[in-house]
């Protein structure tokens, strides 16, 4: 078996000892004669394992205890809609930040629910940076702010946070979860789904102060309502089990490789390998200004179609796969989350090199 370095923006690689603790335990976890897959959501086993993984993401993130923990399904996309249905409750106003395509999903679909506003977008230079704002940008009257933090597709991230005053701000991290410490107390809400750098596809999880909880719009769908789910521990009906197990399993994995501020260590030593071959490369260059560079998400050019499309097929043969970029940008994008290790980023700086060499 000889597995690829997979630069997928999602679903994306796993730590190998997670996925091996997993085949491991796939056909009994611990004494219980059954897969997790297999267990009822209301048994003492299952519920050990969730309860398990809540404390350890509340400790590797440093949740407060004024925030609920929440493991949904419907993916980042479904928040998108229930964000506005919970929280556009007082004056049924919005800002957003268009920082992308994600970021523009979440405005669109609040619009369907009240005055939704774009405050600053970067769509001018394709997304390419972080725009600017000051407090004096923001409606206070909004009911949140919403920001995506590291922008999947396009390779930004905030590094500072917009200052929103009182108006509560709520972040998709969908794709910089656990990637790094993140200040929970700045955030009313944030939110990612998990397949980009948690476990694979299945779970989303909320993260949201709880003077916020209790006062969606009359007709919001039960299982739309944050209430249904803090009122019930995530069971209000079958949570998706085995991908929360999985969660569970990287979470340990993360407390073992010593905690976020390690984590931030080891991605910034990564993304850095890449980020300066690209700076001193004649024939690539990374597409997003140096100061709004996310550690998760790198997209680079050479410029010319014909050597992208070259590049990716002979990368692919080489092992390096999942390596195109977003059809809205074209070329190319390493996608290189926490489970993917700093030899796969400098294998594959070697392998640009060889390219480079051959075709420039
Ligand atoms: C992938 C992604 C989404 C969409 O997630 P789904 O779980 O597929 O709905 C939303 N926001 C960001 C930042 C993403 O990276």
Redesign the pocket.
Known sequence: MARVYNFS??PSMLPEEVLKTAADEMLEFGTSGQSVMEMSHRSKEYQAIFDETEANLREVMNIPDNYKVLFLQG????QFAMIPLNLMNKNKKADFIITGQ?ANKAYKEAARYGEARAVASSADKTYSYIPKTTAADFDPEADFVHI?M???IYGTKYKELPDTGNVPLVA?I??CILSEPVDVTKFGMLYA?A??NVAP?GV?IVIIREDLLGNAMDFTPTMLNYVTHAENGSMFNTPPCYAIYVAGLTLKWIKKMGGLEAMKEYNEKKAAVLYDFLDNSKLFKGTVVPEDRSLMNVPFVTGNDELDAKFVSEAKAAGFVNIKGHRSVGGMRASIYNAMPIEGVEKLVEFMKKFEEENL
Do not use: L, R
Request: hydrophobic share 20%.
């Open positions: 923006a999602g993916g980042a996309s479904t994600w995506c590291n922008n999947t998709d969908s794709s789904g397949q980009k596809a989303t």
